[in-house]
């Protein structure tokens, strides 16, 4: 039910985080101070810890020589069964500030794609070292509140029944707002009719948008997350959900 994909066709390569920490750190200029990449992610890390989220899986990319990062940190499983994810980027060649994104929809790339639900950043100037810390805990310290909202949103799913008319008529809209194409309503009508999964077989919202994200798998990871997000939008509305 989330979405955390590291994307990588530009030629980015997956690495472990050893060799990460084998990346030279260029020199500073009087405008310009960059971060290493493994000392990022400790930082990262160590306010996700200091939170009290477990990290249950890593993913790290390097390009161009090591001059840019890309990675991401899996968190442990929600109480509404979905995972967080941190996304987090860097670079020695001034390209892009280090950033970091997080949420239940987290895309990184190396084509320099970066979106969350919650994203920040800091330019490599000279007092990035004394900002730096103060953002991502403050990115992190979010996280408690995003689990609650999403949380709330999927019992509010399960918790409204649908009608076969009512899921069609979502199943329109959705297509209207380009969730699906109309080449894969078909499939949709048919997860809702026999779903492939023995939990999504109550007549509900939380099947229904389980059926449209089971269809979606397919997709390409950029296009899935804004199609999903704009799915949770249709739901939230329907349910009179503000979350």
């Given at each position: 039910?989330?979405?955390?994909?590291?994307?990588?066709?530009?030629?980015?390569?997956?690495?472990?985080?050893?060799?990460?920490r084998n990346v030279t750190l260029p020199d500073a200029t009087p405008t310009w101070t960059p971060v290493a990449h493994d000392a990022l992610v400790?930082?990262?890390?160590?306010?996700?810890?200091?939170?009290?989220?477990?990290?249950?899986?890593?993913?790290?990319?390097?390009?161009r020589g090591g001059?840019?990062?890309?990675?991401?940190?899996?968190?442990?499983?929600?109480?509404?069964?979905?995972?967080?994810?941190?996304?987090?980027?860097?670079?020695h060649d001034k390209t892009f500030p280090a950033g970091l994104s997080l949420g239940n929809h987290?895309?990184?790339?190396?084509?320099?794609?970066?979106?969350?639900?919650?994203?920040?950043?800091?330019?490599?100037?000279?007092?990035?070292?004394?900002?730096?810390?103060?953002?991502?805990?403050?990115?992190?310290?979010?996280l408690a509140d995003l689990r609650v909202k999403q949380a709330a949103r999927f019992a509010a799913y399960k918790g409204r029944e649908l009608t076969d008319p009512e899921a069609h008529d979502l199943i329109i809209r959705a297509l209207l707002a380009h969730v699906v194409s109309g080449e894969a309503i078909a499939?949709?009508?048919?997860?809702?009719?026999?779903?492939?999964?023995?939990?999504?077989?109550?007549?509900?919202v939380w099947s229904l948008f389980n059926d449209f994200t089971e269809v979606l798998k397919g997709t390409a990871p950029m296009a899935a997350?804004?199609?999903?997000?704009?799915?949770?939008?249709?739901?939230?509305?329907?349910?009179q959900l503000a979350v």
């Open positions: 039910m989330t979405n955390g994909t590291l994307c990588l066709h530009a030629g980015a390569n997956v690495i472990e985080m050893e060799q990460l400790d930082s990262v890390k160590g306010a996700l810890i200091a939170s009290g989220a477990s990290i249950v899986k890593e993913e790290h990319a390097l390009y001059d840019r990062y890309f990675g991401l940190l899996h968190l442990g499983e929600n109480n509404d069964g979905g995972n967080t994810v941190v996304g987090i980027r860097n670079s987290v895309f990184v790339c190396d084509n320099l794609s970066f979106s969350g639900d919650v994203v920040v950043a800091r330019k490599h100037t000279r007092f990035i070292g004394r900002d730096l810390d103060r953002l991502i805990y403050a990115a992190v310290g979010k499939k949709v009508v048919g997860e809702w009719r026999k779903p492939a999964h023995e939990d999504f077989a109550p007549r509900n997350v804004k199609r999903t997000m704009t799915l949770q939008g249709l739901l939230d509305a329907h349910c």
